[in-house]
């Protein structure tokens, strides 16, 4: 499948995912962990005091596989863009944390999650909150103009990585930094399909963790903290009864088989198939 194909994918699916939620949609079956409908890698991702802080609509729209506002260790006063904002959990997390003198941006490129972003943000009351329209392959701000981007599970739905964080250097601030949540490919050498973000192999672009961090690397970031975090997603949700604990929809929208496609995520992490990884990159000061 194309970029551009798999653009309009993952468009109509989160386009699904926002009206899911407008119209009261819920996550899941209502199973336990055991059941095999639990998604390993959506489930259970942000603690209860984060959830009251958010409108239910924005944690029931949350797309991610991490908590990236909770790496980031974001401060007051800083301006921070969310790639692939969705329901705007993150960029409403994050606009708390950096406070009325920052800033906080959410980029999306569904029009129906930017519809839902907004009444969240409104419900929420926050001012210093911007939801933009655009794709993360052309983020639509000026150079050097953010100190924090996040990301959470969303470069690897990108045919084009390298142009996706080139942008992410160009607009951060000298001194700025990269905190992500992302899914890389493991040491074997398939996987089990359906999964949340592929029906097939050629709709999956995942790259190792290896060559992530080469990319990074040839565009400028230097590392500060790099890990695999699969383990502990696989013990957080068979430590859960529930596939979500706060209800959020997960993944599911992206394929009708649920219970299947859990298997296979579980599986495939569980083989080493993918993995989940974290870092923290930072642009040189002297930039």
């Not at 969303?154 to 996706?164: E, H």
């Not at 859960?240 to 599986?267: I, Y």
Request: charge should be negative.
């Amino acid at each position: 499948m194309s970029d551009p194909d798999i653009k309009e994918v993952v468009k109509e699916k989160y386009g699904e995912a926002a009206l899911r939620v407008k119209s009261g949609g819920s996550s899941c079956c209502g199973a336990s962990a055991s059941s095999g409908c639990a998604d390993p890698i959506t489930s259970n991702l942000y603690e209860a005091l984060q959830a009251n802080e958010v409108p239910e609509e924005a944690l029931l729209a949350s797309l991610g596989c991490g908590n990236p506002t909770a790496l980031a260790k974001l401060n007051p006063g800083e301006v921070v863009l969310d790639l692939g904002s969705g329901g705007g959990i993150d960029v409403l997390l994050s606009a708390r944390r950096v406070g009325p003198t920052g800033k906080a941006y959410g980029l999306d490129m569904t029009d129906e999650m930017l519809a839902l972003a907004n009444e969240n943000k409104r419900k929420a009351g926050a001012e210093n909150v911007e939801f933009l329209r655009g794709e993360i392959e052309h983020i639509p701000l000026p150079n050097n103009s953010v100190d924090v981007i996040i990301s959470n599970c969303v470069i690897n739905l990108s045919a084009d990585k390298d142009q996706v964080l080139r942008e992410a250097f160009r607009v951060l601030k000298p001194g700025g930094r990269y905190a992500f949540q992302e899914m890389a490919s493991g040491e074997a050498a398939t996987s089990y399909f359906p999964l949340p973000w592929a029906t097939e192999p050629s709709d999956s672009f995942l790259v190792s963790a290896e060559e992530m961090g080469s990319v990074l690397g040839e565009c400028g970031f230097v590392a500060e903290l790099f890990e695999d975090t699969s383990d502990t997603h696989l013990s957080r949700t068979i430590a859960n009864a529930t596939p979500s604990a706060q209800g959020q929809l997960g993944l599911s929208v992206f394929v009708d088989n649920l219970a299947q496609k859990a298997k296979n995520a579980r599986r495939s992490l569980e083989e080493n198939q993918v993995r989940l990884v974290r870092g923290i990159f930072r642009v040189s000061s002297a930039q």
